[in-house]
């Protein structure tokens, strides 16, 4: 957005960055970030859950099967890292190609000019 604010009022007037389009650009980034992290948001509170949940039938039934779940409960945290790490590397790798986008416009109408 800064970057955005820092240009000369002529580079707004040209048909690929008048203000419409940028407005859109920027409300699309947004639900794009919300997105992302809504999503981690949700398999963490689903990872949480399925947790308490085993641990609280578990109780219930026996204390053995606690045993059980406490041995197997590194394995589930490893996953639930994994699949958190995974979710993060599409998110940076979509958002570092449209900085690198972003960036070769910018250079392009500044070495135009």
Known sequence: MTAILQNEVGWFDLDENNSSLLASQLATDATLVRAAVADRMSTFMQNMALTATAFAIAFYLEWRVT?????????????????????????????????????????????DG
């Open 67 to 111: 045993v059980v779940i406490l041995a197997t409960f590194p394995l589930l945290i490893g996953a639930s890292v994994g699949e958190v790490f995974r979710s993060s590397q599409h998110t940076f790798a979509f958002l570092l190609s449209q900085a690198l986008q972003s960036k070769m416009k910018l250079f392009y109408f500044a070495s």
